[in-house]
């Protein structure tokens, strides 16, 4: 009768430390708090152009100005998609007659 070698145990992996766990998690955290502004002004544009079908017309209130953008002014993209999250579109509306209750037309658009 040929020995026999006791059975091998299952590969057993190094379990990480709780520490290192918890700062992946947090390091997670944090890197969604810090693009959820600007993911969430991209998430609103794609919503309203599957709404209306097209590109939205884009509201902007910054220093009280009620101003509304078409998507052939020169500024759209600037006001669509604002670099500072914080001071991005006011409001989104399908037909220009929506825009124009309670905001104008930009005077100067590509500025």
Known sequence: MADSAPPASP?????????RKRFQVGLAALLVLITLPWSSQAAALALHWAECGHL???????????????????????????????????????????????YHHAIYPGI
Do not use: M
């Open 56 to 102: 939205p017309i884009v509201g902007d209130n910054f220093a009280a100005a009620y101003e509304y953008y078409l998507p052939s002014d020169g500024g759209y993209w600037d006001h669509a998609l604002s670099f500072i999250p914080f001071f991005g579109p006011s409001g989104y509306w399908c037909t220009e007659k929506e825009a124009q209750f309670g």
């Open 11 to 19: 590969q057993t992996f190094p379990k990480r430390p709780r520490r």
